[in-house]
């Protein structure tokens, strides 16, 4: 049986918008870029000459240029240039263990019937649209991209925060006169701000890089780790189980920090 999996080559990534993702011939790599804009003046100016060209060649009476030329309207709006010839391919493609291109676009040149200005097309690269054989279109159709990474170390950082405040706690007991008790919790709450602000950036990038579409907005850090993490587990439905594990790790690391304070208040009320 021959193999019908599309030529390697650059082909719009599945997940990410505006994106191109490098195909090897059997699976995804981890070279991605971002698709090529080419200004619509130069286009405009292109189309504008053919278009006179064609003009004078029909006054002259060449049969060739009968067909009606049309020029779309300038509209101010930059385009997505659908040909990457100046896109070298990769020096060594990673493995990505995704799906095969089963309905992605490849960045071939523009066709001359398609207006410059059109929205690119979902249809299947042209080397599996040609395909002949109903089997290999059916598990085209069938193909799905699922990222296989969900969780990273930052991930894991962002579940462990709480214990920060567990580690600035001996500064104030080594330290009684000159650190206050109040001055060592406003310390351990800024650092752990900016161990979530920052670990949270970095969750996003892996995710993005990973191919995740969808991605926990940092906003749920205003609700602690926990409401971030909760998110997490809601956003990547598809890939949950390292975020509920992460979810639930987060959720013993409150317990250790919080249970010092909540003995000390049963330990006060009994007395």
């Known amino acids: 049986m021959s193999d019908h999996r599309p030529d390697p080559g650059w082909y719009d990534d599945p997940h990410v918008a505006l994106s191109l993702r490098w195909w090897d011939g059997r699976r995804w790599t981890h070279h991605t870029r971002p698709k090529p804009v080419v200004p619509y003046a ?24 009968n067909r009606q030329t049309r020029v779309p309207p300038y509209t101010g709006a930059p385009m997505i ?38 929205p690119p097309s979902l249809t299947a690269p042209s080397s599996a649209a040609a395909l002949g054989s109903g089997a290999a279109a059916r598990e085209s159709r069938a193909a799905e991209f699922v990222p296989d990474r969900a969780a990273g170390f930052a991930l894991w950082s962002l579940a462990l925060a709480p214990l920060l405040l567990v580690l600035t706690a001996p500064a104030g007991q080594l330290f009684p006169a000159a650190v206050p008790v109040g001055a060592t919790f406003a310390l351990g709450l800024a650092l752990l701000a900016l161990w979530l602000i920052t670990w949270a950036i970095r969750d996003r990038a892996a995710l993005r890089a990973w191919g ?33 594990i992460a979810l639930g790790v987060c959720v013993v690391a409150h317990a250790v920090v919080i249970a010092p304070f909540v003995d000390a208040l049963a330990s006060a009320v009994a007395t």
Do not use: C
């Open 42 to 65: 130069e286009i405009e100016e292109r189309f504008t000459g053919m278009a006179g060209r064609r003009d004078g060649a029909a006054r002259d009476g060449d049969p060739r240029d």
């Open 81 to 118: 240039a659908q040909t990457i010839n100046d896109v070298a391919e990769p020096s060594a493609a990673a493995p990505y263990p995704y799906t095969a291109p089963g309905s992605l676009t490849p960045a071939s040149p523009l066709p001359a019937s398609v207006a410059p200005h059109s």
């Open 212 to 244: 995740h579409g969808r991605r926990p907005s940092p906003w749920w850090l205003l609700l602690g780790p926990l409401g971030y993490l909760a998110a997490r587990v809601t956003v990547l439905r598809y890939r949950r189980t390292t975020s509920t």
